[in-house]
């Protein structure tokens, strides 16, 4: 049992929480049930170490069968050691360390996606996590980070997904012009949600979200360049009814690809 927090080991782990100490090691932070359970059921070989506390071991014991079946070894650490580790105030039992997964831009393209969800210059990372939630929960198959977006493997990233970045394809890195190219050749439509656009329900009933479709994210203050809006097929936005100023990415995001999902399924 690791029963030192100050430990090199348990250092290096914490370290992680940081992106140079990420983008040096190819290797993420993972953390709680929920995310180390997803993590070895959908992507068990890029689990390199896993630690949890026993109490937390014997309380999850599905977690417990599913180390054994993945042959993932399971090294028991105290909740000092824990904490010492993770980046969250409270940890849940259970840290791990794996390596990291993006998806080619290429490899995106080539599987002939139906929906897609693409994030330009989103920087907040609750905002992104969730975004990727919602895309997995509406069924799209793929998420592209482009532009000077947040980290995928930042730690609030993989938390806000709660498990989602291992269910479906992400990629990082993009360039948004070789994205939009690359959707087009595919004979995808690409629609921005941007405040400046056509009305949602419009667009559903003008039958604009019935064919494979990328939908366009831009980032929470700015939203997107005009530049950026003159390169898409249209603008949408989603109308607010009652009386808020606005609505979050996220959910604005969540409502978009939603409606995409519906109109594929009627």
């Known amino acids: 049992m690791l029963e030192n927090p100050r430990s090199p080991r348990v250092r290096a782990v914490a370290k992680l929480a940081k992106k140079p100490a990420r983008a040096e090691s190819g290797m993420f932070l993972l953390e709680g049930p929920q995310a180390v359970a997803e993590a070895l059921t959908f992507r068990p070989q890029l689990l390199v170490e896993l630690y949890a506390t026993p109490s937390a071991l014997e309380r999850y014991t599905d977690i417990a069968q599913a180390a054994v079946d993945a042959g993932v070894d399971v090294e028991f650490v105290t ?8 980046d969250t105030v409270t940890p849940q039992g259970f840290v791990a360390v794996c390596h990291q997964f993006p998806t080619a831009i290429k490899d995106v393209f080539a599987a002939k996606p139906k929906l897609v969800a693409i994030l330009e ?5 609750g905002n992104a996590g969730t975004i990727v939630r919602a895309a997995d929960s509406a069924g799209a198959d793929a998420v592209i980070f482009s532009g000077r977006a947040v980290d995928l493997y930042n730690p609030k990233v993989v938390r806000s997904s709660t498990g989602s970045i291992f269910h479906l394809p992400v990629a990082v890195g993009a360039d948004l012009d070789d994205v939009l190219v690359r959707a087009r050749e595919a004979g995808l439509t690409v629609l921005a949600a941007d405040v400046k656009g056509d009305d949602l329900l419009t667009a559903r009933n003008e039958g604009v979200l019935d064919g494979p479709t990328a939908w366009l994210f831009g980032n929470e203050a700015h939203g997107l360049t005009d530049e950026s809006l003159e390169k898409v097929d249209r603008v949408i936005t989603v109308p607010i009814y009652g009386n808020a100023e606005s609505m979050n990415l996220a959910t604005a995001a969540s409502v978009c690809l939603y409606e995409s999902a519906f109109a594929h399924r009627s």
């Open 121 to 125: 210059e989103v920087r907040d990372p």
């Open 79 to 86: 909740e000092q050691v824990l904490e010492a580790m993770a």
